[in-house]
């Protein structure tokens, strides 16, 4: 044990004195050899030398303040948690997270070039006896958390992910990294190229603020290098699912509204939850963002704040489907995948359409899941083609499920009409939210097929119904709306457009679940031509919406387009 803390205390000496010596122009050179010139100095403009961290295992906090007095740094603060080297921890040693209270320390150090820099300390108490006494000699012997960091100043997305790249051009690899949420913070580890002269393995660069977006992208490129670890996250995909549906329908984001964190024990109190199970529960959600912990309890964040009730763009309800009927269906993917039979209609016996017609609250679920994703219609208002319609010209929403779609539409334009053709009981929901939104007086609604699409309209829209279907049924509900419209009329089909060079899109996972779920498909924009072209109609151009999404601008096929086609 003396022996063990001694040399801890050599190695935190030793940390230091690097601190002390080291400024970023020349650092940085010998962490990646070959970056000097222009490049150097952009990179020493984006980033600065901030400070050297190891891992040490005092059997105490007596101990820890020893170390640090014989090393002349002192505490100003408490440790604070530290999330992505427990979660390093845990999955380096097969550890549960909650097992690892990780703490980490800033102590200053005053640097020979007048600057003040840091000491980063992760702790992880080990008294004697402790069964983590195997993981202490591993991480002594190995020092995988000992590395130097950088400090990004403001960042956009653009400017850090070109600050990666750079540190990739000269040979540094992803090596994992995270959000920390107690200091709202997102860390890049890297793995320093063999030729580097600094005496450190690893690299951080910590950018303040939530910068999770580019980060994925980073832990992409780690996780293919670690296959065993990228499959093993892959696999508990479900558990994520299953935690976000618990979560929504314990109704603890409601619990938790407001800025203010809450005591796990009130909010067992609030939701008829077990605090211990609540509290792993909750731990695992702050790791992927959707809450976050201080000492005063939880809170919060942005991402979880979506699964609350009120929320404006609540996604709540498409917790609930993902993790309650579609989530059930996934588990016959197989059988769907073996036989082209759908998993939905195997495991409640009848197609997903007709069961949830059949109980009013899956329905009203429905409807409100496929509400969730209206971020996806944003922009669709400004289409060239609504703001180009004459005043009083009619927008026809084919199978428009509640409305919403087409509120957006009357709102944005209040010289247009709507017309919204639906199943009888989506048709009265409709009716409710287009009203509750002062629209009734500007919007006609029929219950109905698509066999009863009404003819005379300016513009009509097909949101997301072509991909509930197969090419034949496609065929037939496009001929329906050819049929009635005009030869000025315009189609607007918004669906997700399978990408044509295999790019990672959120159309290829839907395509996945519509096979599942419905017996549908996403498609290529090339497929939707010809799907348009077999019902008489012609592809005019595409534009792209958020999630992913896409509106196909159709119009009647002329003499000159069947002739281009033959």
Known sequence: ????????????????????????????????????????????????????????????????????????????????????????????????????????????????????????????????????????????ERQHEAHVAFEVGEADPLMLRGLCATFGRYGATPDGGGYNPHENGTVFYFGAPAEAKAGYRRVELYVPGDHRDVLADHLDEYRRRQPAESLLHLLTGAWTTQALTAFARLEVAEALSGDRSVDVSQLARDTGALAPNLTTLLRYLTMLGVVSEDRAGFRLTDTGALLRKDAEGSMRALALMYGGPFYESFAGLEHTVRTGQVAFEQRFGENHFDHFARDPELADLFDRSMAAGSRMFDPLPAHPVLQAAAEGATVVDVAGGNGELLGRILSAHPRLHGFLLERPHTVEAARRLLGAAGHTDRCAFRAGDFADVPAGGDVYVLSRVLHDWDDDRCREILRH??????????????????????????????????????????????????????????????????????????????PADTGSRA
């Open 481 to 558: 709306c050819a049929r009635a419209m005009g030869d000025s009329a315009d189609l607007l089909v918004v669906e997700r457009v399978l990408p044509d060079d295999g790019s990672a899109s959120l159309a290829t996972a839907w395509d996945l679940h519509m096979m599942c779920n419905v017996g549908g498909r996403e498609r290529r924009a090339d497929h939707y031509a010809r799907l348009f072209a077999d019902a008489g109609l012609t592809l005019v151009d595409r534009t792209p919406l958020p999630l992913d999404g896409s509106v196909l601008h159709v119009r009647r096929s002329t």
């Open 1 to 140: 044990m003396i022996t063990a803390l001694s040399g801890e205390t050599s190695r935190l000496r030793a940390a230091v004195d690097f601190v002390r010596q080291q400024d970023t122009a020349t650092l940085l050179p010998l962490l990646l050899p070959g970056l000097d010139g222009p490049e150097l100095r952009s990179v020493v403009e984006r980033c600065a030398f901030s400070h050297a961290a190891l891992l040490v295992f005092p059997p105490d906090e007596a101990a820890l303040t020893a170390m640090l007095a014989d090393c002349g740094l002192v505490l100003d603060a408490p440790p604070r948690p530290s999330v992505v080297v427990r979660e390093r921890l845990a999955v380096r040693h097969k550890r549960s997270a909650a097992q690892l209270d990780v703490g980490v320390l800033r102590p200053a150090v005053a640097c020979l070039d007048g600057e003040r820099r840091m000491v980063e300390l992760f702790t992880l108490a080990v008294p004697p006896g402790s069964d983590l006494a195997a993981v202490a000699a591993h991480e002594r």
